[in-house]
Nanobody
């Protein structure tokens, strides 16, 4: 069984920084693209940053230049460094992974989600 577990959320003042982590565990053979999403109160979940297995990245305009996505393939871990945080960054942040899991004789490719971690930017 595959699990994605986020950590690193919390309360931070405007202009501050946080680093989110997302650790994938279970019978994982390989991880393709990974991403960070967020959902603010009353809004739909949105993709804010993505990274391929080769390290290519993409960002939503709202976070470009402030957030950095990275991954450690050896540790099956995804990171999001968030700098110059703004109150509008307040949301629940979710990680997402497109990965291959299962057994040697039965591999499954699927999309997995973490449980979310709260980020609140407020003075």
């Amino acid at each position: 069984q595959v699990q994605l577990v986020e950590s690193g959320g919390g309360l931070v003042q405007p202009g501050g920084s946080l680093r989110l982590s997302c650790s994938a565990s279970g019978s994982i053979f390989s991880i393709n693209a990974m991403g960070w999403y967020r959902q603010a109160p009353g809004k739909e979940r949105e993709l804010i940053a993505a990274i391929t297995s080769g390290g290519s990245t993409n960002y939503a305009d709202s976070v470009k230049g402030r957030f950095t996505i990275a991954r450690d393939n050896a540790k099956n871990t995804l990171y999001l460094q968030m700098n110059r945080l703004k109150p509008k960054d307040t949301a629940v942040y979710y990680c997402n992974a497109d990965l291959m899991s299962g057994t040697i004789g039965h591999k499954i490719r699927d999309i997995y989600w973490g449980q979310g971690t709260h980020v609140t930017v407020s003075s």
